[in-house]
Each structure stands twice: as structure tokens, then as C-alpha cells.
């Protein structure tokens, strides 16, 4: 059983940034993928990044390239969305997700409750 906290949103101006944290309970978080998905108002949850396991490899969806970074230091059992140059569109709950399968992501065994950025223009 794995439980997942997130934290670090908040309220930004149009072009700030936010590092968004996600610390995992259990002893083995090192042999779990990794994900943040987003999930807007009246919209689907989508992707927003994955990391494999010793965090060598990563991927972001198309619309976050170049402006976020996830990271994980698997020492400390936490994950970390680093959000630079952020937009409107950007507004969402931020969900961290953990599988035991890169591929698996999208249907995460285990979810976090979620945290709140909200971006002004």
C-alpha cells in the first residue's frame, strides 16, 4: 500500500513558478513510476509528466515542455513538479500518481488527494 501527499499549490501570478511536492509513504518507492496529471474544471484528467524509476528517464506532455521539470529524490520517498513561466491555462488540481509500471500510469493503482493552482492573468 502506497499513500501519497501532495503539496505546494497555491495562488501565482501569470509567469511565477511553484514547486509542487508529493511524498509517498512505504519503504519501497524506488520500484514505483512516478506521475503528475492535472485536472481542470469541466475537463478530463490529463497527463502532465511521468519518471521512471531512479529517475533517468522522464516525459511531459507536449503543453508543459520547456516550462516544467519533474524530479524525484527516491532517499527521501517524494516526487517534485518544478512549474516555471506558468499560465492561465495552467489552472488546475494537480494530482500525483504511483504504479508499479511506467505504462500504468494513467490508471495509477494509487493517487493522491490532490492539490489546488490556481494562475492569474
Known amino acids: 500500500q502506497v499513500q501519497l501527499v501532495e503539496s505546494g499549490g497555491g495562488l501565482v501570478q501569470a509567469g511565477g513558478s511553484l514547486r509542487l511536492s508529493c511524498a509517498a509513504s512505504g519503504r519501497t518507492f524506488s520500484s514505483y513510476a512516478m506521475g503528475w496529471f492535472r485536472q481542470a474544471p469541466g475537463k478530463e484528467r490529463e497527463f502532465v509528466a511521468g519518471?521512471?524509476?531512479?529517475?533517468?528517464?522522464?516525459n511531459y506532455a507536449d503543453f508543459v515542455k520547456g516550462r516544467f521539470t519533474i524530479s524525484r529524490d527516491n532517499a527521501k520517498n517524494t516526487v517534485y513538479l518544478q512549474m516555471n513561466s506558468l499560465k492561465p491555462e495552467d489552472t488546475a488540481v494537480y494530482y500525483c500518481?504511483?504504479?508499479?509500471?511506467?505504462?500504468?500510469?494513467?490508471?495509477?493503482?494509487?493517487w493522491g488527494q490532490g492539490t489546488q493552482v490556481t494562475v492569474s492573468s
Open positions: 500518481a504511483a504504479d508499479p509500471l511506467y505504462t500504468g500510469l494513467g490508471s495509477a493503482n494509487y
Open positions: 519518471i521512471k524509476y531512479s529517475g533517468a528517464y522522464t
